[in-house]
């Protein structure tokens, strides 16, 4: 079945470095969502990547989806207190499918 | 605030034990998605309901059911329960009937304590 693997595991920053988690799927993918889960929460939806090289940003947050739609990344610019959680890629592949596959999630710290 | 609302916040049991878990759905929305998360595996998708019908199946154990009732809520039943049932179950909804594009929209989750 399909996979979507997410790297890092763990991430710790000072605050005001970058970020970029990375994610990658074992088929090719019709869309990619992107979800934040802050400590204590439910993921909540951010964006989701349609078109092959689409990228979409949103204040700090830069996201990309690969010429091969098989990949995408998120990227955040000089990490803030407030961008602490997990970030959960999912990917649908479309192919009749009607469900989303999550990746494990990057935990993001950031140390103030 | 999603709009999904999930009853109980907290559960505990013990094993071998019966629970039912209550999702209702956003206003409007048609599908229903229930997902376990643990430590280490992350969100796995467990079932979809579309407008009272199963949808699709995901890492769903045979110890597990789930419905969708005329009004939309969503129940999901587990049964024998096992310590490593211990998790977050996460409902989801979506306005239409998921898959291809679909926004999901998470309740607060129901933790539960298998001991």
């Known amino acids: 079945g399909q996979q979507v693997m997410q790297i890092p595991q763990y991430q710790h920053v000072q605050e005001g470095e970058d970020f970029t988690t990375y994610c990658n799927s074992s088929?090719?993918?019709?869309?990619i969502q992107w979800y934040k889960q802050r400590p204590g929460g439910h993921p909540v939806f951010l964006i989701q990547?349609?078109?092959?090289?689409e990228v979409k940003k949103q204040k700090r947050l830069t996201f990309q989806f690969g010429e091969a739609k098989k990949n995408s990344s998120l990227h955040i610019t000089a990490t803030q207190t407030t961008d602490v959680g997990t970030y959960f890629c999912?990917?649908?592949?479309?192919?009749?499918?009607?469900?989303?596959?999550f990746g494990k999630g990057t935990k993001l710290s950031v140390i103030p | 605030d999603s709009g999904v609302t999930q009853t109980p916040k907290h559960l505990i049991t013990a094993t071998g034990q019966r629970v039912t878990l209550r999702c209702s759905p956003r206003?409007?929305?048609?599908?229903v998605y229930w997902y376990q998360q643990s430590l280490d595996q992350g969100l796995q998708f467990l079932i979809q309901?579309?407008?009272?019908?199963?949808?699709a199946k995901g890492n769903i154990l045979e110890r597990f059911s789930a419905q969708q009732f005329p009004d939309l809520h969503s129940e999901l039943n587990l049964s024998s329960l096992e310590l490593g049932d211990s998790a977050l179950y996460f409902c989801?909804?979506?306005?239409?009937?998921?898959?291809?594009?679909?926004?999901?929209?998470f309740g607060p989750g129901t933790r539960l304590l298998v001991l």
């Open positions: 989801a909804s979506s306005v239409g009937s998921g898959g291809r594009r679909e926004t999901q929209y």
């Open positions: 088929t090719t993918l019709s869309n």
């Open positions: 990547l349609v078109k092959s090289g």
């Open positions: 999912a990917g649908d592949s479309g192919a009749g499918s009607y469900q989303l596959t």
């Open positions: 206003s409007g929305d048609l599908s």
């Open positions: 309901y579309y407008n009272g019908e199963e949808r």
